[in-house]
Nanobody
Framework: QVQLVEPGGGLVQAGDSLILSCAASGRTLSSYAMDWFRQAPGKEPEFVAKINRSGGSTYYADSVKGRFAVSRDNAKNTLYLQMNNLKPEDTAVYYC???????????????????WGQGTQVTVSS
């Protein structure tokens, strides 16, 4: 069973940058696409970004496009999310997730994922 550990959250001001990481053990992540999600209080989980197995293709929610960048280091078995120009509406718990090898549902559908990190809180003050 894969374990995903996510350090890197915190409290920042609007306009600041922050980088999240997601380190995996128990599974070689290079065989899987990976995503970032976030969940604000009282809201459903929201897709943020996806990166394919090689790192050559990325996808973003419209709300973060141009500000966030997902990347991975397969040699380190680690996923990253660089977040720039943060806004108060980015405040949420951020989760990394490992996509199933067969993921028949649409982009960002939570049913495509079988492993999740514990989440890290990101709070952006105005």
């Amino acid at each position: 069973q894969v374990q995903l550990v996510e350090p890197g959250g915190g409290l920042v001001q609007a306009g600041d940058s922050l980088i999240l990481s997601c380190a995996a053990s128990g599974r070689t992540l290079s065989s899987y696409a990976m995503d970032w999600f976030r969940q604000a209080p009282g809201k459903e989980p929201e897709f943020v970004a996806k990166i394919n197995r090689s790192g050559g293709s990325t996808y973003y929610a419209d709300s973060v496009k141009g500000r966030f960048a997902v990347s991975r280091d397969n040699a380190k078995n680690t996923l990253y999310l660089q977040m720039n120009n943060l806004k108060p509406e980015d405040t949420a718990v951020y989760y990394c997730a490992v996509e199933r090898r067969i993921a028949p549902y649409g982009l960002g559908d939570v049913r495509n994922f079988d492993s999740w990190g514990q989440g890290t809180q990101v709070t952006v003050s105005s």
